[in-house]
């Protein structure tokens, strides 16, 4: 995506120039407001009670302090479990590690296979699998909820690996399916002729060539899974509850004084991770949000 | 954000079982892709294979056939089984009287003609109307404003990008969190105007019944908005420029190229921007559990929330249930016009 596309001359002469600075003021303000519930957030983590009681909603921290931050680490209640967001982060990244590297694998193989050894009937297995993407979760979570019972895995992380593995393989397939669509047919064919078989074909030729789309689908698994909720909700007892589930009662507890600062570090804490990845390679996250949607 | 490139017809072949089926060559379904392989077979080759291996003979040659099924059996047994068959499991559930624990007795469309009844749920689908008409339009504004806007050879284009659509990486659990506060009247944006000299400046929206609803479409177009905006921006990106140049050089404004050019040109994307949010909006739940929690009262629930309530919280299991169904038949009426209209004209969105 190049920066310079516009086919039109640059401005030249008072008048454009002003409008120039006028589009880069606009541009500008969008920035702010977008940008300014996370500077709020992250100030008012670093404030003390006194200062937020005392000081204004948009001045900066005096000092910064890293007690909110300590606090919501460990020693916040969440219900009546004062322990801090820590163990439920580890919560978080106990499900997520595993329900990625799942549903990406499954994904990539169900790609690889509807893609370049088509048979029939895969464009109908494909249609069937893609609609999962636009599922309203609501309307599982009851059968859902029964079946983690009958298996044993109600309210356990391996309960919620398992929700998140299967829902997740509509974005999977189809993130995988697209990218290898445009990967020539002949080098399959020539592989098969040399005598190379499906699965060697499939690590020694497909996969080597797969880097940008598996990043695109291990961010947006990251992302999706990290940042579930209702999931979480619906599924996760007490101990075993992820990161936003805890992030959701910690914010909504009604004993005791409120502290925002608190309130803002555990947000933090809870965000901070897909914030980091889209810092890092915001160009995948964007490619998976787009995957599809827009042509190349 | 499913994608409709290379969408395969639905409907237009038998489905088959996730099993292998013996006796078929990968080879012979040429008929059924005809949209799909963009690469033509090398000459020389067999013009009737696409994808497909050349055809070899013995127990091995059978055995790579069929692995390709094989490896996707167990992805579409759980699709069948997780997505289709819950969906009748909840459908046939919404036809008991279940109230807290499912009960497998049919008694008809009661569930419905409760659900039908219930003023909360009139609350939910006229918030949903609200919340949905308001977060898909202001969205799409800001997003194509902001994409425009982008396209003109700005410095930093990069830096801009990145921070229009961050909010998209965060759960809405936490930017809700921040979002509650900026709202909360005597802390946050009123109590902060107050404080700069306007003693009766008022914005409680998300404490009022009537305008609690319109605190949902703040914090969820500020988190969807930059969607839109990467979405049309990609697809600006792909306007051939020379129709653009052409059209500057017989004097056409800017204005006037974008409106009259450039955005008809890239319709399609209206409509994946559409469906999109729209289905978004129907699934709504994170975003009201965070700002409102579903209040004052009930007064900001969603049909989401409502489903939740009464599943888990009301022991009314087969109301809950009946409303998930309305929610998907929502997303249904939504989607299947728009695959049907993509597949109808046969062009790639």
């Given amino acids: 995506m190049s920066s310079l596309t516009s086919a039109l001359p640059p401005a030249e002469g008072l008048g454009p120039r002003i409008a120039r600075w006028g589009l880069y003021l606009i541009l500008l303000l969008f920035a702010a407001y977008y940008l300014l519930p996370l500077l709020l957030m992250v100030a008012t983590s670093f404030k003390s009670p006194e200062e937020i009681r005392t000081g204004s909603l948009l001045s900066l921290p005096r000092d910064l302090s890293l007690d909110a931050w300590s606090y919501a680490w460990n020693r916040a209640c969440i219900g009546a479990d004062c322990r801090g967001m820590a163990p439920y982060f580890l919560n978080s990244v106990i499900i997520v590690v595993p329900a990625v590297v799942i549903s990406t694998l499954m994904g990539a193989l169900n790609g690889y296979a509807l893609t370049k050894w088509r048979f029939r009937g895969a464009n109908i297995v494909f249609a069937m699998i893609l609609f999962g993407s636009f599922l309203p979760s609501q309307v599982i979570l009851l059968p859902m909820a029964q079946t983690l019972g009958v298996l044993g895995l109600a309210g356990t992380a391996g309960g919620l690996i398992l929700v998140h593995a299967v829902y997740g393989l509509a974005f999977t397939t189809l993130f995988f399916r697209n990218y290898y669509v445009s990967i020539p047919d002949d080098l399959v064919k020539a592989a098969t002729i040399d005598g190379a078989g499906f699965f060697q074909i499939f690590t020694k030729i497909m996969l080597p060539l797969s880097l940008p789309i598996l990043v695109v689908t291990i961010i947006w698994q990251f992302t999706q899974i990290w940042n579930d909720f209702l999931f979480g909700a619906s599924f996760a007892a007490g101990g075993a509850q992820p990161v936003t589930v805890a992030l959701n009662n910690l914010v909504n507890t009604t004993t005791g004084v409120k502290q925002y600062n608190v309130d803002m570090a555990a947000a933090m804490i809870a965000g901070l991770p897909t914030l980091v990845v889209y810092m890092l390679a915001g160009k995948y996250f964007i490619r998976g949000l787009t995957a599809g949607s827009v042509k190349g | ?349």
């Fill in chain 2, 1 to 349: 954000m499913a994608s409709l490139d290379d969408r395969p017809i639905p409907g237009s072949g038998p489905l088959l079982p996730p099993g292998p089926i013996p006796g078929r060559n990968p080879g012979e379904d040429r008929t059924m892709t005809l949209e799909n392989p963009p690469y033509r077979p090398a000459a020389g080759e067999a013009p009737d294979r696409d994808a497909a291996p050349p055809a070899t003979t013995g127990l091995r040659a059978l055995a790579q056939r069929h692995l390709s099924k094989l490896v996707v059996a167990p992805s579409f047994a759980a699709i069948l089984l997780f997505v289709y068959g819950f969906i009748l499991w909840t459908a046939y559930i919404s036809f008991t009287n279940s109230r807290m624990l499912p009960s497998y007795e049919l008694v008809g469309t009661d569930a419905f003609t409760k659900l039908w009844r219930i003023e909360r749920w009139y609350v939910a689908i006229e918030n949903l109307l609200i919340f949905g008409g308001l977060f898909i339009g202001i969205s799409l504004v800001v997003g194509i404003v902001l994409a425009v806007l982008l396209d003109q050879r700005i410095r930093g284009e990069g830096v801009l990008r990145t921070i229009y659509l961050y909010p998209m990486a965060l759960s809405f659990i936490v930017t809700g969190t921040a979002w509650k506060w900026i709202l909360n009247p005597t802390i946050g944006i009123q109590e902060f105007v107050r404080g700069l000299g306007f003693p009766t400046f008022t914005f409680d929206w998300i404490v009022q019944q009537d305008t609690a609803v319109y605190t949902l479409v703040i914090a969820a177009v500020w988190q969807s908005s930059g969607f839109v905006m990467a979405l049309f921006l990609a697809a600006l990106r792909g306007v051939d420029q020379e129709i653009i140049k052409a059209a500057y050089l017989d004097g056409a404004s800017l204005p006037r190229i974008y409106w009259g050019i450039v955005l008809p040109s890239v319709r399609p994307v209206f409509m994946s921007a559409f469906v999109i949010l729209a289905h978004l909006a129907v699934k709504s739940y994170d975003l009201v559990v965070a700002l409102t929690g579903g209040g004052p009262g009930y007064a900001s629930d969603l049909p989401a929330t409502f489903m939740y309530e009464m599943t888990f919280r009301r022991n009314q299991i087969a109301i809950g249930s009946a409303s998930a169904l309305m929610m998907l038949a929502t997303v249904v009426a939504i989607i299947v016009p728009y695959l049907y209209s993509e597949l109808k004209g046969g062009k790639r969105v």
